[in-house]
DNA sequence: TATGAAAGTTTTAAATA
DNA sequence: TATTTAAAACTTTCATA
């Protein structure tokens, strides 16, 4: 399943990053090829997985989504029900957009995205409702600084 | 700049989030309507910025970003000279994916992918050298559990 | 809202370096 | 083996009913 990955794939993915709705012919101008060995690239790292959904980034306050909660677990519970068990709830749960297990004295972090303060505190009841957790901390975001799904490809 | 949403358009930008590669026939089926006015939705969504980029998402791992850093910022500056310095540092730094201003103890929080631990110390070497911040906590990844761009439309 | 036509794009195939 | 050319199928965009 892996792909060797190429300074021309680098620059090709990093264009597609930016705007994957740019036409085949605008990548090669800019990745500077021609339109036919780009998109056998393109069809390549798709099929090899490294290139995955295309999607567009919303206006999540236009659309209600006005309060941001990372949310902080500790658990006593190690065992691998239990995790089979919490992983399942947040994998079912559509306000999870980020989930993941941590190292150290913090087991997970997750990001919350919700309507507004109740909506969050729907989400936290059902979710210790469904399995046990040690300790929770809520952190509310104040305020977007910086949000981008880009990885630096030429950094 | 704002524009009234109804259960049409979120069903748009439901399926545009899921795929943007689809074709607006496709989109039009789905929602159960026709080509031109889903077309003229779209347009009238993008003009008011609620639909942004359009880009895919990448295979982290696959590029070589092997971990991922949640940062846990506490600053005792709370001078408008300061913030503007931590601002201006974030979003230079393309390392950084996430930025939020938070409520309370903790004062700010960010997400931070890269190659390796040795590639998160030179970012943090680097932040310290350009701002003054009393303490961090870096939380490392172990697995991600999950990871959507999506928000929940339709929940 | 629907139809349809012009312009542009993707995708496949064949030809060439 | 990789690139260029060419052409068919499909999509977007926009004017008009």
Known sequence: MTVRIDATDRKILAELQ??????????ARQ???SKTPVWNRIRKLREAGV???????????ALGFEACFFVLIRTSEHEADWQQAFLKALKDRPEVQEAHRLAGDIDYILKVPVQN?????????ALISEVRVHNVTALLSMEEIKSTTMLPLNA
């Open 31 to 33: 990745v500077g090829s």
């Open 18 to 27: 930016r705007d994957a709705g740019q036409s085949l012919d605008e990548i």
């Open 51 to 61: 290139i995955g959904q295309q999607t567009v980034v919303l206006d999540a306050e």
């Open 117 to 125: 303060a109740r909506a969050y505190d729907k989400f936290y009841q």
